[in-house]
């Protein structure tokens, strides 16, 4: 392996680390997929089942990643291969979290590329330009995504070629400040417009009755998604972690940023819902509140049209700037996962592993541009199923594999009063038992409903 260490790189500090990770945590997963879950699941009821799968389940399996990537500062399947002495059925697993990321990073792109298109959407409607605006507005059309899924995987090979503390950090230290920004100010407004409080109670008043297996598996799988969990990402951040920091405290910190992220989308986007049909647009189909493309695509960017004049674009644009801006600091960590393990496993330096990779990957994503249906394959078996599998064997390697106690040793590094604390006793027997179950019930369910 060639002199690669210094294209490895480490995190300047706590703060740097956390926003890192919560980039990669906080994106369309919170901003878009979180707050329709909720509406098509009962609300608050969603709500409540979501914020207890994310601290009980994704917590602990986050701090499973930050560990082994901190403990072997690999890639993950160096981190794999380091703690088994290069154990070919063990490597699979980091094997398989790499394949996840390619793949999720190939639609994710073109997704990513929708969201940044529509800021064009948005000014250009304002403008006048009917005939532009459309065009970019146009989600089906292959050459539209095609570009945009250039662009958007340009934006994320130049962040990544920049390295650890110069490219993903620099970039996460202004994007996220400004994503809450964003964010704080659209649900101020939207707040002050007609219709908005019956949003609001619809998203924050439980509907116990709502409750069944269905939406129990929903926002455990919202959570995974959610927190970048299951395929290694969060072992490639933690692989930069200098050993003075807390884990523990790292990860509970992200785990409350993603989460609390996930919340104020809530804010935002129900309420905004009713807003929009009390301006008189549809949003429900199909017995339920529109969800996904139709909900970000339609309901939204007419509400902004209808809203009209500077402030409609103002609103418009600002919208589709976060997301674009927490699509970008998620897929920058998709791209970090594979960018390590070219640096990492085949000494390839930093800036060619990122532009080669990255490329590979737009390739895929140029596929699917023009076969959008691809999407809903795609991520039932790479996110749906396969991060919870990775997320269930990421979880029996620890207890069962390399050891609790191993990893413990790890923690205590950094984390003085360890010993001590509620998380040294719980955190061993959530990996080891409640964890797996419960994932793997979700994803044996999955399957079944899949299937
Ligand atoms: N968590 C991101 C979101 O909510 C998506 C994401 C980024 C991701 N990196 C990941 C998901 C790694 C799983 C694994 O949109």
């Not at 050459?143 to 945009?148: D, G, Y």
Request: proline letters at 3%.
């Amino acid at each position: 392996m060639a002199d690669t260490t210094d294209d490895r790189g480490v995190w300047s500090g706590k703060l740097a680390f956390i926003l890192a990770a919560a980039g990669s945590a906080v994106g369309l997963g919170n901003i878009w997929r979180f707050p329709t879950e909720a509406a098509s699941h009962g609300g608050g009821a969603f709500l409540l089942l979501y914020l207890v799968f994310a601290f009980l389940i994704g917590f602990p399996v986050m701090m499973a990643e930050m560990t082994i990537g901190r403990n072997t500062r690999k890639n993950p399947v160096g981190a794999f291969s380091f703690l088994t002495g290069g154990n070919k059925l063990y490597i699979l697993i980091g094997a398989w979290g790499v394949l996840c990321g390619i793949m999720i990073l190939s639609y994710y792109t073109v997704v990513a590329g929708w969201t940044f298109s529509f800021v064009f959407e948005e000014l250009f409607h304002f403008m006048g330009f009917g005939g532009l605006s459309a065009w970019f507005g146009d989600t089906s059309s292959g050459l539209n995504n095609a570009i945009f899924s250039v662009l958007f995987m340009a934006a994320t090979i130049t962040i990544i070629t920049g390295g650890v503390a110069e490219g993903i950090e620099k970039a996460t230290k202004t994007l996220m400040p400004l994503l809450l920004l964003i964010l704080v100010i659209l649900i101020g407004y939207v707040l002050t417009q007609e219709g908005s409080m019956k949003g609001l109670s619809q998203y924050l008043t439980p509907d116990i009755g709502k409750i069944d297996t269905e939406v129990i598996f929903a926002a455990m799988g919202q959570a995974f998604f959610s927190l970048s969990l299951g395929m290694g990402a969060i072992i490639t951040y933690g692989s930069y972690l200098p050993k003075r920091e807390n884990i523990a405290g790292a990860a509970a910190y992200v785990t409350l940023f993603d989460t609390g992220i996930a919340f104020l989308a809530g804010l935002l986007i129900m309420p905004a819902m009713f807003v929009a049909q009390s301006n008189g647009i549809t949003i429900f189909a199909d017995g339920g509140l529109k969800a996904g493309p139709a909900l970000i695509f339609q309901v939204l960017p007419n509400m902004f049209h209808n809203l009209g004049g500077v402030w409609g674009m103002i609103f418009g644009v600002g919208f589709f700037l976060l997301l674009s801006i927490a699509a970008l600091t998620s897929t920058i960590s998709l791209l970090e996962v594979v960018t390590a393990y070219a640096i990492d496993e085949h000494g390839v330096q930093r800036k060619k592993a990122a532009m080669g990779v990255g490329s590979g990957i737009l390739l895929i994503s140029l596929i699917i541009s023009f076969n959008i249906n691809l999407i809903s394959t795609l991520d039932l078996v790479f996110s749906s199923i396969g991060l919870p599998l990775g997320g269930f064997l990421i979880c029996l390697f620890l207890a069962y594999k390399w050891g609790p106690e191993n990893a413990m040793e790890e923690i205590r590094q950094g984390y003085a009063a360890f010993d001590q604390s509620l998380v040294r006793k719980a955190w061993p027997i959530f990996i080891k038992v409640i964890a797996p179950l419960a994932i793997l019930y979700n994803l044996l369910s999955t399957l079944y409903g899949a299937f």
